[in-house]
């Protein structure tokens, strides 16, 4: 019987900003984003996932939180009179995980929905009316209640409440600037799906299948992105990680405004690696580029 191993690597993200400071969100104050209209919908993929697609228009009542930013944590989604016979109210609760950017005066942001419980998931445009709040707290976390009507399909017209609660990422935020002639603030930042990767149970000389890497560039500005790796022991993952044709200690990479790359990332296990489980963490790194 041959021997195997446990391979799990996680990704994280990192940056480095140029022209304007930054600082994490926990940094600022509570801060509330009130909408004044906008749209969100779901498209549903499967009768227990869906993909979430907002734009919200509006304006913060305290400072502005700008950025791009990722979020996780749970959507529930209620419409109320629904035609019958279907009962009073209706819904869906679902782990949500959205990416996006936030500005002066909107909102947007893409996502998905995996049902956690209630009714199936389904397609709808949800137009959003002028009672709804996004509330980015001083704790990473955020609270969202939206409210709108059914835009098209069979429940048109039917109110909506969209509630939200979770955790939320904000790799920068800007720092207005006072006098007569301001710097244009330009914000770095990108984005790294999926966050973690699992090559699962392979043998010594065994390469592993290749699992596909998306680096976003969500900010306002050119990046070039570099690669780094740390093993929570030894150094397999920094010798053996490959991404694309290079180890990828050594990737390299320019990525455009709203563009991406998507390198394939692959284990070449040695035959004389030690058994067991290993871990580890690839770290991508974006400089802006003037």
């Not at 749209?39 to 791009?68: C, F, K, P, R």
């Amino acid at each position: 019987m041959k021997k195997k191993l446990s391979i799990l690597i996680a990704l994280v993200l990192a940056l480095s900003l140029c022209l304007v400071t930054a600082a994490p969100v926990a940094a600022v104050d509570e801060s509330t984003f009130i909408v004044g209209s906008g749209t969100y919908q779901t498209v549903m993929v499967d009768a227990e996932t869906g993909i979430i697609l907002a734009t919200l228009e509006g304006e913060w009542v305290d400072s502005s939180v700008i950025g791009a930013f990722t979020a996780t944590g749970i959507g529930n989604h209620y419409a109320q009179s629904p035609p019958a016979p279907a009962p009073d109210t209706w819904g869906t609760t679902a782990d949500v995980s959205l990416s996006g950017t936030m500005s002066a005066d909107g909102i947007t942001f893409v996502g998905t929905a995996v049902r956690t419980d209630g009714d199936d998931i389904s397609s709808e445009l949800i137009s959003l009316d002028a009672n709804g709040t996004i509330v980015i707290q001083s704790d990473d976390s955020f609270v969202a209640a939206l409210t709108g009507v059914v835009a098209d399909g069979p429940n048109l017209g039917t109110p909506v409440d969209i509630d939200m609660t979770g955790s939320i990422f904000i790799p920068s935020t800007t720092v207005g600037l006072l006098g007569e002639i301001n710097e244009v603030p330009v914000i770095t930042a990108i984005s790294v799906t999926p966050t973690e990767i699992n090559f699962g149970n392979l043998y010594l000389g065994q390469t592993s299948p290749v699992k596909t890497i998306t680096v976003s560039n969500a900010g306002g500005v050119a990046v070039g992105i570099t690669t780094s790796v740390t093993d929570a022991e030894g150094t397999f993952f920094a010798d053996n990680l490959w991404l694309d044709e290079a180890v990828a200690t050594a990737y390299t990479a320019p990525i455009a405004v709203g563009d991406s790359v998507s390198p394939g990332a692959k284990v070449v296990v040695p035959s004389d690696a030690d058994l067991g489980s290993v871990t580890g963490t690839l770290i991508f790194e974006a400089t802006a580029v003037e």
